[in-house]
């Protein structure tokens, strides 16, 4: 709902309330779903990826429960975003990652559940990780494409905030891959350089 203010359409005042152990939240506009299927090329081994699908059938990675909060300067737009448990051969399940269209916003991500890392990475060669726990929240600067990834063995439920005019920018990742990758090694999240990444 938007009302009218000062010749500005705004959205009008709500609450919501996101499940602490799913994720879910009780009300949503948008939800996107995201299949392995439609992802193995993400991941270093994507033919493990697609043999995943063929021998257990698709699997559900992670949800974007959304509100349809106006792409606008000004507004904040936020969601839950839940990565599921799973490897890939040694990666662990994560988002396909991105640039703001508008380079120069944030965002913060505050985790509600579970465990992982947001893996963070600037077109000039700067890279941070940042670790995700229940409670803990991550400062992702502009500039930085991110990429959050689950390294546990329960949903990673996070809650992105981040400025109505951000964007995405999915073409850059989809082209030159992140020069990061988090893999399990000895049992434990592991950072390595991505083979594959093109600059
Ligand atoms: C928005 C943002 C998050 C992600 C979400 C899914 O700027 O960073 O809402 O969109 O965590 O990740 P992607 O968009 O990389 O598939
Ligand atoms: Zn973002």
Known sequence: MTL??????????FSL???SETGIPDNHDTLIE?????LADI?????????????KGDILTYQVFEKDIPEVNGELRFC????????VGDEYFMTKGHFHSRRDTAEIY?????EGFMLMETEEGAY????????????VPGYYAHRSINTGTEPLVMLPIY???????????EHTGFKHLVVESDGKPTVIENPKYTN
Request: net charge negative.
């Open 110 to 114: 505050y985790c509600i559940r579970g």
């Open 4 to 13: 009218e203010i000062q010749n500005q359409r705004i959205v009008t005042p």
């Open 128 to 139: 941070a990780l940042e670790a995700f726990t229940p409670g803990r929240t991550v400062y």
């Open 34 to 38: 995201r299949y392995l299927s439609k």
């Open 43 to 55: 991941y270093l081994d994507s033919e493990a990826a697609e043999a995943m699908v063929r021998e």
């Open 163 to 173: 400025p109505g005019d951000a964007g995405h920018d999915y073409g850059t990742i």
């Open 17 to 19: 309330s996101i499940h």
């Open 80 to 87: 839950s975003s839940i990565v599921y448990p799973g490897k």
